[in-house]
């Protein structure tokens, strides 16, 4: 079965440094979405992504945040100059364009920033 | 801004008996509804859905009801067994842009042997 995947699975930074979080999603699906999850907090929606191109941004998403596809099958996240705050569990999700909602998730990435 | 709220952070309920789960929500906009299950450590796990224009959706041991005018769904797990223990989310879209997901805060549900 195709799933979401995502890496890597734990990335440890110090503060103000460049990270970039990796996915792939599933081949045929064409939107794609990047979520939080802060310990204890509920998922939240970062943003979306269709045709090479943000479709819709969260207030969390900032000029800080950045989305890719640089080829054909990587989906990524960059954070420029992380903060303490962007500590979180990070997943991506994808989703076929017509006929459906459902989104699937990847595994996610543990984001800790020292 | 709780739009998805899941009031029971957990549940336990005996192997072989009925979890209910249930989750409430305030945007009227919201046109379709998805249960997700999430072990530690793992992504959220797709479970089941309900579109604004159903009731009812079934789908073996799980089926999600929705009650609109309450603004209201459960999920009922039938019967439990102890591989369902896990955080179970309640997500909501408005079925419009993006279809960008509203999770609630999720509950924690064991199934005791």
């Known amino acids: 079965e195709p799933e979401v995947t995502q890496t890597p699975s734990h990335q440890v930074t110090q503060m103000g440094q460049e990270v970039i979080l990796r996915c792939v999603p599933i081949?045929?699906?064409?939107?794609f979405y990047w979520y939080r999850q802060i310990l204890g907090q509920k998922v939240e929606f970062l943003v979306s992504f269709y045709n090479n191109e943000i479709s819709e941004k969260s207030e969390i998403f900032d000029d800080q945040f950045s989305v890719e596809r640089p080829d054909g099958s990587n989906f990524t996240l960059k954070i420029r100059s992380t903060k303490l705050e962007d500590s979180a569990m990070y997943f991506c999700?994808?989703?076929?364009?017509?006929?459906?909602?459902?989104?699937?998730f990847g595994p996610g990435t543990r984001l800790t920033v020292l | 801004d709780q739009q998805v709220k899941q009031n029971s952070p957990s549940l336990s309920v005996q192997e072989g008996r009925i979890s209910i789960l249930n989750c409430d929500y305030t945007n009227s906009m919201f046109d379709y509804f998805l249960w997700y299950k999430k072990y530690p450590a793992e992504g959220p796990t797709f479970l089941i859905s309900i579109s604004s224009i159903k009731d009812k959706n079934e789908d073996g041991r799980f089926t999600v009801f929705l009650n609109k005018s309450a603004k209201h769904l459960s999920l009922h797990i039938v019967p439990s067994q102890p591989g369902d223990s896990a955080v179970y989310f309640c997500a909501a879209s408005n079925g419009a842009g993006s279809y960008q997901l509203t999770f609630g805060k999720g509950t924690k549900l064991s199934v005791i042997p």
């Open positions: 081949s045929n699906h064409l939107y």
């Open positions: 999700a994808s989703r076929r364009e017509v006929g459906t909602d459902t989104q699937y």
